[in-house]
């Protein structure tokens, strides 16, 4: 097994201020916008995206929610291990609002889909877009693409790409694993 | 641990404490589903569940049938008293007529105990027991311990007391082994005609005065009077059994504690239970009835996972 550098810790953060200015073009100042982290490792992302914006860019007041999608998914009894599910924290109604969902990797697209039939559950929202730190280009199942990117990859299919954060995993870096 | 050690469901005998514990941590996911706008996850929308009630039930079915929908599976229903069971089908022709119409998950009440275990050796579908005469009613246990659980943060180390008809009630048997598997400790009170005999050999203790056992417990669990199993007078009279053995606020308020008050339902207000201490908040007894829900879509869930995906 050996493994790559995509992003060190300078390079994340610079991928993290340019999306967050990329978040303020188009939703100044949040008011009809709410952030959900897609479970279960899209949420470090959402989080440090919600501190980044509060802290150094001075919005207030940003709803974030987690959104589980394990009963949502398309894969239920095909896989080879059960899903788990994990905690859906949504305390607002998403009706009438513009929702970004936020996500390390996008690969398939699958959870995606997931996500956008798990969303309609809290309301019709006005609009969804889509944010992911790596986008990783054609490997997709679906037609979806991402309108915020920290960064695209190329990556073949039984490469991995792995996202760490410091919080969960005692560094800032993003690796492409060959097993 | 993510997978049940069971293909069905056929009592809280034959699961383990990983068990009990996965089906609690699933139904805590859905009971955040069942608490949104949208109470509905497309899980199962590709598999079929019947409902087998050869006896009859109000909220175990629509308990069942709720957890189904909201799970998006599809849902046939039967009952014994509208079909040919009157004509002298046996249960082995009537699951197996209904399972030739591709079901892949049978939810079965029946009137004989051990009836789920009989079936589960002679046909495919994945079974849930959803009570089978005195013997197991594993998702009310299941309830129960959750509620519990909600209520007390834990089952473990606490004090239970089941109350009243423990001979003729399976709630009862499959408590008794729920409460255990999670490490607390269980009595049973009631009259002596009613305590079936074997009770000290699976490690429950008697108590035949209700205070005393009340004085102890954390938790009472009042089970109702089950005249239509009785064939045969167990105590002199309604009223008499109601002193002895009924909870009212009065004996509640005397204990000097609060206690958690449960009871599966349907109540007898006013024989094994009044109804201040029923509307009381002591009284978990509406929480049982929308913990039931997110439990049985946990266990439907589960189960359904160890289904394998057929492409035809």
């Given at each position: ?78 896989g080879e291990k059960p899903l788990e ?95 | 641990m993510s997978e049940l050690s069971v293909n ?8 383990s404490?990983a068990d009990?514990?996965l089906i609690?941590?699933t ?274 869930y589960l189960l359904?996972s160890k ?6």
């Amino acid at each position: 097994m050996s493994q790559k550098v995509l992003l060190n810790a300078t390079e994340v953060h610079i991928a993290l201020h340019r999306l967050a200015c990329q978040l303020i073009e188009n939703h100044d100042t949040f008011e009809d916008t709410v952030l959900i982290g897609l479970q279960p490792r899209g949420i470090f992302l959402a989080k440090r995206l919600k501190s980044l914006l509060e802290n150094d860019y001075k919005i207030k007041n940003i709803q974030l929610g987690h959104l589980d999608i394990t009963f949502f998914r398309d894969d239920f009894r095909r896989g080879e291990k059960p899903l788990e599910a994990n905690t859906t924290q949504i305390n607002f109604i998403v009706e009438d609002k513009k929702v970004v969902f936020v996500d390390d990797v996008l690969y398939t697209g699958r959870s995606i889909r997931a996500a956008l039939t798990a969303i309609q559950s809290f309301g019709r929202p006005e609009e969804i877009e889509l944010l992911t730190l790596i986008d990783r280009r054609f490997s997709r199942h679906l037609p979806i693409q991402p309108d915020y990117r920290g960064r695209q990859v190329d990556a073949i299919n039984k490469e991995k790409v792995k996202v760490c954060w410091e919080e969960q995993d005692g560094e800032d870096a993003v690796y492409l694993i060959n097993s | 641990m993510s997978e049940l050690s069971v293909n069905h469901l056929l009592g809280i005998k034959y699961i383990s404490e990983a068990d009990i514990h996965l089906i609690f941590e699933t139904a805590d996911h859905f009971k955040e589903v069942i608490n949104r706008p949208i109470k509905k996850v497309p899980s199962l929308r590709d598999i079929t569940i019947a409902n087998l009630f050869f006896e009859n039930s109000t909220r175990t079915r629509l308990s069942f049938e709720l957890a189904e929908k909201r799970l998006s599976a599809d849902v046939i229903n039967f009952s014994a008293a509208s079909s040919s069971v009157k004509k002298g089908e046996t249960l082995i022709d009537t699951v197996n007529n209904i399972l030739s119409m591709k079901v892949d998950m049978v939810v079965m009440r029946h009137p004989n105990p051990g009836a789920g275990v009989f079936l589960s050796k002679h046909i495919n579908a994945s079974i849930v027991n959803a009570g089978d005469g005195a013997h197991e009613h594993p998702t009310q246990a299941l309830l129960d311990c959750y509620s519990i659980r909600e209520r007390l943060k834990d089952v473990a180390g606490k004090k239970v007391v089941i109350v009243g008809d423990i001979l003729h009630s399976r709630v009862a048997l499959s408590n008794i082994f729920a409460l255990q598997k999670l490490g607390a400790e269980v009595k049973v009170c009631g009259p002596k005609t009613l305590i079936p005999k074997y009770i000290e050999r699976i490690g429950v203790s008697y108590e035949k005065n209700l205070r005393s056992a009340l004085e102890w417990c954390d938790v009472a669990n009042m089970l109702r009077v089950q005249n239509e199993r009785m064939d045969i007078s167990y105590f002199p009279s309604t009223r008499e059994y109601t002193q002895q053995y009924g909870v009212n606020k009065a004996l509640l308020d005397s204990l000097g504690k609060e206690i958690v008050v449960m009871h599966p339902g349907p109540i007898n207000r006013g024989v094994e239970i009044t109804s201040d201490v029923a509307d009381s908040k002591q009284a978990i007894i509406l929480e049982q009835v929308q913990n039931g829900v997110a439990i049985r879509m946990a266990v439907l869930y589960l189960l359904a996972s160890k289904i394998q995906h057929n492409e035809n």
